[in-house]
């Protein structure tokens, strides 16, 4: 059976490309890079290769780029570094973040962080006036806010929400981990403290993202135990992991312009088809406006058919993510869409569909017209 994968926000394929760059690292160059002989050097001067490839494409210096396992550690790391080493006494954040920000900002106001949460617009953007409203009010904040929501595709004004941030004396810490390898990005012009990013939303491997921690911050180390990532994360380094990245974002960097024009054409195409064919879905966010090129979150009205939609979908063959009833009758939508619906997110069965450059209009064809015999 054919597969047609449409989950891209979730993971991405890895390029041969990077395969390729990593395949070295796999074999015969093991060495450890905190080995002093030819074996460790070689593979050290890998790691700072990738580093310093990796800070020509964001614009910053290598000095600020930090190796960790994945987008999930460094928005810990950032969050509990800036409550912990840089004493910010207020988190802000919204609720439509990853669960790794909610769940951080949660867990750091158990320890008495106040935590408060930004307003909505009714697209799902985030309400600039309310932001700076809790900054005027709250001194010594710590902004934690994502790039791009990975459920709706909501892109955030980076620069804007930076500018507030240095205005009232604020950390920011921005999410990136849907918006690095997709948008060009540039730490120089943006007041961005902290960054997290991850390879596989980009065709590069997973286990392995970075922070950016920008150069007038200092913080404690992340782990304890060694000397690897200049005294910040002991442990042995994720070689070709790092390898991997470094590659995958190289070669994101020259399809910019490319992927944008040619994944966002079929993102509205499936919008366009899709509301074409079905009365009453729900479109959610801003998905023709301020929004990740990438990504499309359609709400079918709930029914008998359509609650077991995403499961059906998975036995045509179609890979795609969203919350609707599962097996056990016990209706579960997800945090985001649910913030954005309110009660009426019971009676929607939302549906994430997220493309990349491999994905073509015939898939798209395809999956219309197994959503229209199943509904």
């Known amino acids: 059976m054919q597969r047609i994968y449409f989950d891209n926000a979730a993971t991405t394929s890895l390029d041969p ?6 395949m070295p690292y796999l074999t015969e160059k093991f060495g450890n890079p905190s080995s002093v002989y030819s074996y460790g050097r070689e593979t050290k001067m890998a790691i700072e290769a990738a580093r310093k490839s990796i800070a020509k494409v964001l614009n910053c210096a ?12 460094s928005t810990n790391t950032a969050i509990q570094a800036a409550i912990q080493d840089l004493h910010c006494e207020h988190i802000i954040t919204s609720s439509i973040e990853h669960h790794a920000t909610l769940h951080t900002a949660e867990s ?3 320890k008495g962080i106040p935590v408060s949460y930004v307003k909505l617009l009714e697209n799902g ?7 700076e409203h809790l900054l005027a009010t709250h001194p010594k904040s710590l902004v934690s806010l994502m790039h791009a929501n990975n459920e709706i595709g909501n892109l955030l004004k980076v620069k804007k929400v930076g500018e507030l941030c240095e205005k009232y004396g604020a950390i920011f810490h921005c999410d990136m981990v849907q918006t690095i390898g997709h948008y060009p990005i540039d730490f120089e012009k943006l007041k961005v403290h902290f960054a997290s990013a991850a390879a596989h939303k980009f065709h590069g491997p997973k286990g392995v993202g970075l922070l950016y921690i920008h150069h007038s911050i200092t913080i404690q180390p992340i782990l304890q135990g060694g000397s690897q990532e200049r005294n910040m994360r002991a442990g042995t380094e994720n070689l070709y992991g790092i390898v991997g990245l470094g590659k995958a974002l190289e070669l994101a960097a020259q399809q910019y312009e490319t992927d944008m024009e040619t994944i966002g054409a079929l993102k509205l195409y499936m919008l366009q088809r899709l509301e074409n064919e079905f009365e009453g879905i729900v479109v959610h ?19 008998d058919k359509s609650e077991m939609l995403l499961f059906n979908l998975d036995i045509a063959g179609i890979c795609v993510s969203g919350g609707s009833a599962c097996s ?4 579960s939508v997800s945090h985001v869409i649910h913030a ?3 009660n009426q997110a019971t009676t929607i069965v939302p549906i994430r569909f997220s493309f990349c450059r491999k994905n073509t209009k015939e898939e798209i064809d395809q999956v219309i017209e197994k959503i229209k015999g199943m509904l």
């Open 108 to 110: 750091c106001a158990k």
């Open 340 to 342: 954005l619906q309110g």
């Open 125 to 131: 953007h985030i309400d600039l006036e309310d932001l």
């Open 62 to 73: 290598p000095g600020e780029i930090f190796f960790t396992s994945g987008g999930t550690e």
């Open 328 to 331: 056990s009758g016990v209706s």
């Open 285 to 303: 966010g801003d998905a023709r406006g301020h929004s990740l090129y990438t990504v499309l979150n359609i709400g079918f009205p709930l029914t």
């Open 17 to 22: 490309e990077v395969l390729q760059a990593m």
